[in-house]
């Protein structure tokens, strides 16, 4: 396999920068997220015992978190599977550049796919995070009960 010159590989590492920092970036995203995922289980969980102990009158109220963290929680699991593909279109992107530039390719349907893939991905990972970040103030405001109203102006 003939070498590759220098000067032909470094506009290649500047274009690969990108994607790299995307990489650091969603992986901080991830970190975020696999920690709420966490507290979520370990509400859930704890709400399941509480749930067990309970009188008949708050077991709806328990029942109706319960189900709430539930749906949160697959919301999250999809967020990370997103994210994780992702970080992983934008791993093949980087060889996939570097291959081009190496063999002397032609391929920049091949990239621009890996691109578009890695965005659509990380746009329904960032969907689903904000739809899990919005049931969570549900959530809170089923927890809450009446007590929220007081903000509300008296009539």
């Not at 704890?46 to 949160?72: A, G, K």
């Not at 093949?92 to 091949?110: M, N, Q, R, S």
């Not at 899990?132 to 009539?155: R, Y």
Request: proline share 4%.
């Amino acid at each position: 396999m003939p070498s590759t010159p220098l000067h032909e590989l470094i506009p290649v590492l500047q274009v690969a920068i990108g994607p790299v920092i995307l990489i650091s970036g969603v992986g901080l995203l991830l970190l975020t997220m696999t920690n709420r995922y966490g507290r979520t289980i370990d509400r859930a969980r704890h709400l399941v015992r509480e749930l067990r102990e309970c009188s008949e009158p708050d077991r709806q109220r328990l029942e109706s978190q319960i189900d709430i963290l539930y749906h949160r929680a697959r919301l999250i699991r999809l967020s990370i599977f997103l994210a994780g593909l992702s970080v992983l279109l934008a791993a093949l992107l980087i060889i996939a550049l570097f291959l081009t530039a190496l063999l002397k390719l032609e391929v920049g349907l091949l990239i621009s796919l890996l691109f578009i893939s890695c965005m659509v991905s990380l746009i329904g990972c960032l969907g689903a995070f904000i739809r899990d970040i919005n049931l969570s103030l549900v959530a809170l405001k089923l927890e809450l009960g009446d007590w929220h109203k007081e903000d509300q102006p008296a009539a």
